[in-house]
């Protein structure tokens, strides 16, 4: 899950003083987004059972600022479109496919 908020009330910088001096993260978006996708993009994805990686990733991006204000789906770039493989939707066919393959004889 990646985050696009431009600024964000960290629970971490802000364990004494949230309610009376929050301290505000700023973030260079959609930049700072982007890197992060781009970096989860990295991460290796197997083809088959015996090789290193991940069965699937998918990339969700959202808008929230962590101070109790409505969080947002962010379905427009820098999230991935339909058809992406990063796309939630494509992962969860990706591994509905993977899986009733590798489990077929569970059932």
């Known amino acids: ?10 629970p971490d910088l802000n364990k ?13 978006q959609p930049r700072d987004a982007q890197l992060a996708i781009d970096k989860i993009k990295q991460l290796p994805r197997r083809s088959r059972v ?5 069965d699937a990733i998918s990339i969700v991006v959202i808008d929230m600022a962590n101070d109790g204000s409505p969080v947002l789906l962010v379905e427009t770039p820098p999230s991935p479109s339909k058809g992406d493989i990063y796309n939630y939707e494509g992962m969860i066919a990706r591994l509905s496919g993977i899986y009733a393959t590798r489990f077929k004889d569970l059932g």
């Not at 899950?1 to 960290?10: C, P, Q, R």
């Not at 309610?19 to 505000?24: G, V």
């Not at 015996?50 to 991940?54: F, M, R």
Request: glycine letters at 8%.
């Open 50 to 54: 015996g090789d290193v990686g991940y």
């Open 16 to 28: 004494k003083n949230r309610s009376s001096d929050p301290e505000w993260s700023r973030h260079k």
């Open 1 to 10: 899950m990646v985050n696009v908020a431009e600024t964000y009330l960290s």
